[in-house]
């Protein structure tokens, strides 16, 4: 984004009402005329609820907002006043949605509560303490679902976190091993150190999913949401998901 300071005229809030002016069209030259004076791919134009200024999608992960002739562009959330609701952020909510059928699953440590019937993935590191406060508080008692964990170690904060994970999915058992390790600290021995395995391929997938930090939740209908949230939001969240 450090290409945007030569454009930028504003960062931080705009603020809609419900009289706002009917949008327009973007104009078809605009795209190519920003993609050109910013530098950085421009996946997308559309209109926004304020007359003569568009909605620009950067390189699948970021939005800005601009004028009809790209010679200004506004960085920020842009916020409904009479729902309290960011429009950017739900617009990044479904320009990040995963297609969870496409999803790796083999991949994945698989549990299966109850009768299994929800889903969700998790990209979780074994020494990321949020992802054992998620693992040992939030989903702790969550019940008839099948939990697919992808280990996605960090190494650039948890130098160890890759060996971790290997000795966990190499073991006999690595549902149990990785249950074990979470809760109780304690790392699969007697075992194989190494073996054939799918860490670095969750790691990629992790990341050009856009996902930067563990731990990142997927449900079932393809939203991505940070964090070790608390239990009673999963639940409400699942209980949303057909």
């Not at 698989?110 to 990321?128: A, H, T, W, Y």
């Amino acid at each position: 984004m450090k290409h945007l300071t030569r454009t930028l005229i504003a960062a931080g809030m705009i603020a809609l009402t419900a009289c706002s002016a009917q949008a327009d069209a973007p104009p078809k030259d605009l795209k190519a005329n920003l993609a050109k004076k910013i530098g950085q791919p421009v996946d997308s134009v559309r209109e926004t609820p304020i007359k003569g200024l568009y909605e620009v999608v950067l390189n699948k992960r970021h939005i800005v907002y601009s004028d009809a002739k790209g010679e200004f562009v506004v960085v920020g959330d842009m916020v409904n006043v009479a729902t309290k609701k960011s429009l950017t952020e739900a617009r990044m909510a479904e320009l990040n949605k995963v297609d969870f059928a496409k999803l790796p699953l083999a991949d994945a440590i698989k549990e299966v509560r109850g009768n299994g019937s929800r889903k969700l993935v998790v990209f979780s590191d074994p020494d990321c303490p949020f992802c054992k406060r998620l693992e040992t508080q939030s989903l702790a008692g969550i019940e008839n679902i099948t939990i697919y964990t992808f280990l996605m170690p960090l190494a650039g904060l948890h130098p160890d976190a890759a060996r971790k994970s290997e000795l966990i999915w190499c073991s006999e058992n690595p549902q149990k091993a990785w249950s074990e390790f979470m809760h109780n600290g304690n790392l699969p021995t007697g075992g194989k150190t190494t073996c054939d395995n799918p860490i670095a391929r969750s790691v990629k997938l992790g990341e050009s999913l856009g996902i930067n930090g563990t731990p990142a939740l997927i449900f079932a209908d393809g939203q991505i949401v940070s964090g070790a949230i608390p239990k009673d939001e999963i639940e409400k969240i699942l209980a949303t998901q057909k």
